[in-house]
């Protein structure tokens, strides 16, 4: 082998937090992850203040739902943090949004929650388009599991939709539909 080859085969690319990486993320991909990653923030905390107004209304049901999705958004942050450290990045934390707290009535706020997650859904399908356009293939197959579990928030989301639509804010079937989440 060459010296010149030798060199060739022992030069080391070094990310921004010095670690290793074999492909750099492009600019713009990497300025709209960090957007995304606040989206899911953002996300973790609108869900524990839903949450919140669903515990002091006794709406338990509703409230561990929203506990729990709340839990999911961090685990969704977590992903994308790991996924940026993997690739040699600094993590950077842009400042939160205060969470709203203050709804009419139930179906406005479920309302508000389906275009949080339809929201998400645009800015991850923004992603993929991206990573395509970089030919940024690992972001893609990262990306993957992500938008099909996204997917599957916003059916979620549209079914507890209807189902409280149906009711009509009458407090029995509202019941029913507290029950149902409970046991979820
Ligand atoms: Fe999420």
Redesign the pocket.
């Known amino acids: 082998m060459s010296e010149r080859t030798l060199n060739q085969k022992t030069k080391v690319n070094y990310g921004p937090s010095g670690r290793a990486v074999s492909q750099e993320i492009d600019n713009d991909l990497l300025f709209n992850i960090f957007q995304h990653l606040t ?2 923030r953002n ?1 973790n905390v609108q869900y524990f203040s839903m949450s919140l107004w669903f515990q002091e209304r006794d709406l338990n049901g509703f409230s561990s739902f929203f506990l729990n999705e709340s839990k ?2 961090l685990e ?2 977590y992903k994308f943090t790991d996924y940026l450290i993997a690739r040699g990045q600094n993590v950077v934390l842009h400042e939160l949004v205060q969470p709203v707290q203050q709804w009419e009535s139930i179906e406005e706020l479920i309302a508000f929650a389906f275009n949080m ?1 339809s929201d ?1 859904t645009i800015s991850l399908q923004q992603l993929y388009a991206i990573s395509e356009r970089t030919s940024d293939i690992r972001t893609n197959i990262f990306l993957d599991p ?1 938008v099909e ?2 997917i599957k ?1 916003e059916n979620e989301f549209a079914h507890i939709l209807g189902k409280v639509k149906f009711s009509e804010e009458n407090p029995s079937a509202i019941l029913i539909v507290d029950e149902y989440l409970n046991r979820k």
Request: proline share 0%; charged share 30%.
């Open positions: 989206m899911e996300a999911e958004e969704h942050a997650e998400l992500i579990s996204q928030s």
